[in-house]
């Protein structure tokens, strides 16, 4: 279960009055800092106390919130971990998942356990840099002067933009300028990291889904190596992670699996079919495969009750097939939208007799008040 703010203030409101003034302390003093989490429901920081360094750390279960700490106090909330939950009182969102470095280094033991184990907090940084934060136009220009100054590397793992690509927040993504970036740096290194850097562009995709690796997943799926390369997406796909799975990271990786093994990957889309409304994500990396026919046939066979997903659906299956193949799919568009707009660019393709009662149907619909949706 995910941290909730009533949950925080709850378990704020139940600190003894002397430890809840020794947590003020601490954050008065600025003691607190390598703010993580783990997925939504665990949380944790390095306190520098009066004598050491100790890691609180938080877990909600159930609207409760569970304490632990490594001063191992035998009164828990402890004084850091008060300082923890006044922290995330004011500050949750500065709690960022697991960095790069942590994530590259840390063994799968680590990852099944991470609170009963020595962890190298070190690479944890005291204050998040710039990128982790949401995009802003006052930080664009620095983000584009640190991506211009880094030369690139041989090896993914020792790229310098490595980290920045797998932590950066996904709203800077967003921007056309930064995806540009990505673009170009991806497609320097098709053929200067693979495939040995294989497992570290597993990480980095699995550490940032929205950014398009199919051109790395291709070169792969060509090469001699692809065999060793499925078995190594097939033990990442299962084993423990510091940073963790969220449906859009296994369907990310399971799109990558199309690429590189369709068949195989084809057996566990069956289990995640949840994840993978209407099939969309599947037929998407088929097309990215190379498989068109493939990618069509998954959803032509049987397009989505839901009305949102049957327009997805329509839309790739008109991108994808010969204009005169997707007049049907522009023409049920046009009817589900009550606009014409769908089916303008192949109005030469259909007969003007068929075009004009087509006209006047959907304007007999869009008299009687059905609603008309434009959107190309
Ligand atoms: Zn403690």
Redesign the pocket.
């Known amino acids: 279960m995910a941290l909730h703010a009533t949950c925080i203030q709850n378990a704020v409101d139940q600190l003894p009055t002397n430890i809840r003034q020794v947590g003020r302390d601490y954050l008065a003093q600025e003691r607190l800092a390598r703010r993580w989490r783990l997925g939504d429901a665990d949380y944790a920081a390095e306190?520098r106390?009066y004598a050491d360094r100790?890691?609180?750390h938080i877990h909600a279960h159930e609207a409760q919130l569970v304490a632990t700490?490594?001063?191992?106090?035998k009164r828990?909330?402890?004084?850091?971990?008060a300082a923890l939950l006044l922290d995330l009182e004011q500050n949750a969102e500065m709690y960022y998942e697991t960095p790069w470095a942590l994530a590259q280094t840390a063994p799968p033991m680590l990852a099944r356990w991470p609170f009963d184990q020595e962890l190298n907090w070190d690479l944890i940084p005291d204050l998040p840099p710039f990128w982790r934060e949401p995009f802003s136009d006052g930080a664009l220009h620095r983000l584009q002067q640190r991506l211009q100054t880094s030369s690139i590397r041989s090896r993914l793992s020792r790229d310098p933009l490595a980290p920045l690509w797998a932590e950066m927040h996904a709203s800077w993504l967003e921007q056309p300028a930064v995806r540009a970036q990505f673009d170009l740096w991806r497609d320097r290194h098709l053929t200067k990291s693979l495939p040995d850097d294989f497992e570290a562009w597993l990480m980095l995709h699995w550490m940032q889904p929205c950014l398009p690796l199919a051109p790395i997943m291709n070169v792969v799926s060509a090469g001699a190596n692809n065999p060793a390369c499925v078995d190594a997406l097939l033990s990442f796909l299962w084993r423990p992670h510091l940073v963790h799975p969220t449906g859009e990271r296994l369907v990310t990786m399971l799109a990558d699996l199309t690429i590189l093994q369709p068949d195989l990957a084809n057996v566990l889309w069956t289990r995640y079919t949840d994840l993978d409304p209407g099939s969309l994500r599947q037929a998407d990396a088929w097309y990215q495969a190379g498989r068109a026919d493939r990618a069509i046939a998954l959803i032509d066979r049987h397009l989505p009750d839901d009305p949102k997903l049957r327009r997805e659906a329509r839309l790739r299956l008109i991108a994808w097939l010969a204009p005169e193949d997707g007049i049907p799919h522009r023409i049920a568009l046009a009817w589900e939208s009550c606009s014409l707009t769908p089916v303008e660019p192949v109005r030469h393709l259909i007969d003007p007799k068929a075009w004009d009662s087509l006209k006047s149907s959907i304007q007999a619909r869009q008299k009687s008040g059905a609603v008309t949706d434009d959107r190309e």
Do not use: D, F, I, K
């Open positions: 306190l106390g100790y890691h609180p700490c490594t001063c191992e106090g828990m909330p402890c004084r850091h971990a």
